[in-house]
């Protein structure tokens, strides 16, 4: 009888264990976050199904920035800065395209460092949310 029972747990272990393989290699897991004091920022999106990822997980987080250049196509700041009261809360180097950002309802700066240029937003978070759709320009410096 004790072996029996034996048998089943092994059994049940190694089913439990592929299901959490299978699960892990579905590619469903978002971009490790960024923590600082009361917020937590993921950023990513670069290829499509990441994307694809971060618009279904959107809803979660109460203020969500996509970055885009003029056309449509993603971007990718060389830096983002999430500040309130004049205040630096989190900087995120190469951030976005997406931006998923746990934080208190508030008044907050949002700043994207574009090679030499610095671009600011304001947003108003309430308990609703808010999204950022933010076009930054293309081909600055020449490029």
Do not use: C, N
């Not at 299901?19 to 960024?34: C, E, H, K, N």
């Not at 670069?46 to 250049?69: H, I, N, Q, T, W």
């Amino acid at each position: 009888m004790h072996r029996t029972t034996l048998w089943i747990s092994t059994v049940a272990l190694a089913s439990a264990l592929g299901a959490f393989q299978v699960y892990a290699q579905s590619g469903d897991a978002l971009p490790i976050a960024t923590e600082s004091g009361p917020v937590s920022v993921i950023s990513g999106g670069v290829d499509l199904d990441e994307a694809d990822r971060m618009k279904r997980a959107s809803g979660r987080y109460p203020l969500r920035v996509v970055f885009s250049v003029p056309g449509g196509s993603y971007a990718v700041p060389d830096e983002f800065k999430l500040m309130r009261d004049g205040s630096e809360m989190v900087s995120i180097p190469a951030a976005g395209p997406w931006l998923l950002i746990d934080l208190p309802p508030g008044k907050y700066t949002l700043q994207a460092r574009v090679e030499d240029r610095v671009f600011d937003r304001t947003v108003t978070v309430d308990r609703s949310g808010s999204t950022v759709y933010w076009q930054v320009p293309d081909g600055i410096g020449g490029s």
